[in-house]
């Protein structure tokens, strides 16, 4: 069955000139062009959609409005912005009504746009995934509290006060907030008892990996030891981000891509969060297949549940309306190769970064130390197709440092 995309436009020249420039992606697209927001509104009502791709400068409610709207009435529909590169500071964000800005004048972004998200949507819909996360008794889903918070990190003007406060209002995220803070990852010399104090002490950017994370571990729960195991994974999730962020800076990419990149750090191992919540010591004894069965934890994953954790998480983070990027890195970060882009992405530095985190094998500077990463899960051959490989060495010695500041664990 062909996915189904609606292109909104006002202007009729333009909208014939995407119908005519789009021709040979018929056989593989069904496509519906609208020539207003209430037009498309129709076809939503009518049947439902993969992808809605609107121009941003419509009349009345405009493309954001419109893109909100969609999300209500299709909150499985990804969500494209058509316009120019001045639009994403004002709309891209972590989680929102778009998922991605396109330049609307390049007919070749559009397409190259759509192919990448149409890909990732086959992935995450494949009946064995649908059937697992229906299994689920209640699906999480943020507070009201936590988009909040969102919109107010990323804005240029937000102030510690005002996200101390805001947190402080939310009883279950400043705890789990405060849980992370006074974990051994900060090593504070004394315990920091309020969520304003821990803006305080740990600075505006910190906190704000920290909240973003605390928001979203809140959702879950276990036995003590699954709790113990979350808690642990949510401060190796720390770590992952920064670690993320870091890299792509390293190789100066772009500070959206930055930013892509930490958040998808955070968020990899949603997908075990949710595992582990519903399964508890069920998904606990599956792991023990990597060692037994002597299979990736993906395989090991998809072996017990029909899914991996990545799938799971990108999933979930697809439903939260997350960025397209940060969900396209969450369900390749074990199979970066997947992408088949040219460059990296944050999904090829989220890949290398959950490896790297971890404490080598072999001693640093060792003729074996890309084969040793090979043997521990790193794609060398991926960084390899994209002239990287060399890099690997200058990322882990990263990582090193990072572990002797006591910033990895």
């Given amino acids: 069955m062909k996915p189904h995309v609606v292109f909104v436009d006002e202007d009729l020249t333009v909208l014939n000139r995407l119908r005519q420039q789009l021709m040979p992606q018929a056989d593989a697209w069904g496509m519906i062009f609208a020539p207003g927001a209430e037009d498309a509104l129709m076809v939503l009502e009518d049947k439902p959609v993969d992808v809605v791709i609107s121009r941003s400068n419509l009349s009345g409610m405009g493309g954001v409005r419109l893109l909100e709207r969609v999300r209500s009435l299709q909150p499985r529909a990804s969500r494209i912005l058509m316009g120019g590169t001045d639009l994403k500071d004002q709309v891209l964000s972590v989680v929102g009504p778009v998922h991605q800005i396109v330049d609307g004048s390049d007919i070749d972004s559009i397409t190259d746009c759509l192919d990448r998200l149409l890909r990732m949507q086959a992935t ?14 209640t699906l999480p889903s943020p507070s009201d509290a936590y988009y909040r918070l969102i919109d107010l990190l990323d804005r240029d003007d937000a102030s510690i006060k005002e996200v101390g406060e805001l947190v402080s209002q939310e009883m279950a995220m400043s705890a789990q907030l405060l849980k992370l803070t006074n974990s051994a990852m900060f090593a504070l010399p004394t315990p920091v008892t309020h969520a304003a104090q821990a803006v305080q002490v740990l600075g505006f950017d910190v906190v704000r990996r ?39 800076r390293m190789e100066n990419l772009p500070q959206e ?7 998808a750090g955070l968020m990899a191992h949603l997908g075990m969060l949710l595992l582990l919540s519903e399964y508890g010591d069920q998904y606990l004894e599956t792991l023990k297949l990597i060692d037994d069965e002597g299979v990736s934890i993906i395989e090991a ?72 990463m090979l043997s521990e899960g790193v794609n060398v051959p991926y960084f390899e197709g994209l002239g990287l490989t060399h890099r690997l060495i200058a990322w882990r010695q990263k990582a090193d440092e990072m572990r002797t500041a006591g910033t990895l664990r």
């Fill in 124 to 137: 995450l819909d494949r009946p064995k995934l649908r059937q697992l996360v229906s299994g689920v008794e």
């Fill in 301 to 372: 994953e998809r072996m017990a549940y029909g899914a991996s954790h990545a799938e799971v998480g990108a999933y979930l983070l697809g439903l939260w309306g997350f960025s397209t990027p940060i969900v396209e890195a969450v369900v390749f970060h074990h199979e970066p190769q997947l992408l088949q882009g040219k460059e990296l992405s944050a999904s090829g530095v989220l890949h290398a970064a959950q490896f790297l985190a971890t404490p080598r094998a072999v001693q640093a500077g060792s003729s074996q130390e890309i084969a040793a």
């Fill in 257 to 263: 891509v930055v930013a892509q990149a930490e958040c």
């Fill in 210 to 248: 920290i909240a973003l994370l605390a928001g979203v571990f809140e959702l879950f729960e276990g036995t003590p030891e699954v709790q113990a195991n979350i808690t642990r994974l949510g401060q190796n999730s720390l770590g992952i981000g920064q670690l993320c962020g870091e890299i792509a």
